[in-house]
Every structure is written in structure tokens, then in C-alpha cells.
């Protein structure tokens, strides 16, 4: 099993819908989240890291659920922009990453 | 305050030459990762440095690659005696510490360098 597995997608969604991606992972000692958004053929840029309460900014929610070892990312009113492809991100506390394969999203005009 | 910088961005080496990649991290950050991408893959960890140290290089395989980051001048990816299988993107991160807070774990990307072996 993955450490940290997404559904690859595609998500094909219209301007303006919701959608949300989750991400598991596997190690329960895992203790900081974040979610990567990368462009093709571009590098991974931060989108907001995840934190135990949830938090929100802009259009994008994140939520972490500990007992069911998964986090989540919410996206509303998605723009044409948002297409890329979303990375997810585990660590144990320490420097090293955990990326998942993420997962592609398209927003369709 | 500029970004974490990569060079070359694209590398076309034969295969048996030798690759290097160079990565300044950004302004006050002195820890750098390297990270090798594969197509339609994740990123994979490869090594973590300080400055004049290799913290870390676990991910990195045992030949053939190492990884510097001295006293002066930006951090050193090299792979010695290139093969197709090495054709990938590398990127390097910086943060400005690795211990702490959950935001100082918080990495921030370089745009890559995309090196092709033929």
C-alpha cells in the first residue's frame, strides 16, 4: 500500500462547480499536511498547509481527519484557473515529504 | 525576495556524461531538498542538506549521484555517468528551518530542471 494515495482523476468539472479531492495516508504518526497545486510541466507550489481544526482561505477548504487517516481539499466556484494538477503532502514531523501522485483536476468553460 | 533558483532548466546529456544541477534556495533559507519526478509519477525524495553538510540522502541512489551544498554558492546535484533511466524532472526546495513550528516544514520549489539522456 501507497503511503499516500489519491484518486488520479480526471476531475472534469463546469466554471463554478464544487469539487473536492481526498487524499489517505498510512502512517498514523504522520503530523503535517499540505496540499501542492503543479502546473504541467511546472514545479509544485504551496496551496495551504492543513491543520487539525481545518482552515480555509479564499475558495479553498482543507480538512484533516485523523481517526480516518485522511485529508481533504474543497474547492467552490472553480475558475478556469484552477485546472492543474493537486499534489498531496505527508510528513512525520520531519523534513521529508511524502507526495502523492496527485490528482488532476480540468475546469471547463 | 527571489524564489528558489534552478539552472540549467533543460539538459540534454549523452548517455555515460556527466550532469550537473545547480539550485540557490531562497534568501534566509538554509536547508535545500532535491526531488526527482518521473512522468505521470510522484515526486521522490532524494537528499537533504545544510549548508557544508548531507543531512540526509536516503532517497538518493548509492551510485553514481551525489549531492553538495558548500560554505559559498548554490547546492550541487551530480550524476556521473548518465543512463536513460535518468531522464527526469529534478526540482530543489528550501525552507528556512526543518524543525519547529508545522509551518517551518513548509517547502517552496524550484522550477525544475528537466534533463533528457539520449
Known amino acids: 500500500r501507497k503511503e499516500v494515495e489519491q484518486d488520479p482523476g480526471p476531475f472534469n468539472v463546469p466554471e463554478g462547480a464544487t469539487v473536492a479531492f481526498n487524499c489517505t495516508y498510512s502512517?498514523?504518526?504522520?503530523?503535517?499536511f499540505f496540499w501542492y497545486r503543479q502546473d504541467c510541466r511546472k514545479e509544485p507550489k504551496l496551496l495551504m498547509s492543513?491543520?487539525?481544526s481545518g482552515n480555509e482561505d479564499g475558495r479553498f477548504t482543507a480538512q484533516l481527519n485523523r481517526a480516518s487517516q485522511y485529508i481533504s481539499l474543497l474547492i467552490r466556484d472553480s475558475k478556469l484557473s484552477d485546472s492543474a494538477t493537486y499534489l498531496c503532502?505527508?510528513?512525520?514531523?520531519?523534513?521529508?515529504?511524502?507526495f502523492g501522485t496527485g490528482t488532476r483536476l480540468k475546469v471547463l468553460a | 525576495n527571489a524564489g528558489v533558483m534552478q539552472n540549467p532548466r533543460h539538459l540534454v546529456r549523452r548517455r555515460g556524461q556527466e550532469a550537473r544541477l545547480r539550485c540557490s534556495p531562497m534568501?534566509?533559507?538554509?536547508?535545500v531538498y532535491w526531488y526527482r519526478q518521473l512522468p505521470e509519477e510522484g515526486l521522490k525524495f532524494m537528499v537533504y542538506l545544510q549548508k557544508e553538510n548531507i543531512i540526509d540522502e536516503s532517497g538518493m541512489p548509492k551510485e553514481r549521484f551525489s549531492a553538495e551544498f558548500p560554505k559559498e554558492g548554490p547546492s550541487i546535484l551530480r550524476i556521473q555517468q548518465v543512463v536513460r533511466g535518468d531522464s527526469a524532472a529534478y526540482f530543489c526546495a528550501s525552507s528556512p528551518r526543518a524543525s519547529g513550528a508545522a509551518d517551518s516544514y513548509e517547502q517552496y520549489f524550484g522550477p525544475g530542471t528537466r534533463l533528457t539522456v539520449t
Open positions: 502512517n498514523s504518526a504522520s503530523q503535517s
Open positions: 492543513v491543520y487539525s
Open positions: 534568501k534566509g533559507h538554509s536547508h
Open positions: 503532502v505527508v510528513n512525520k514531523g520531519t523534513y521529508k515529504y511524502i
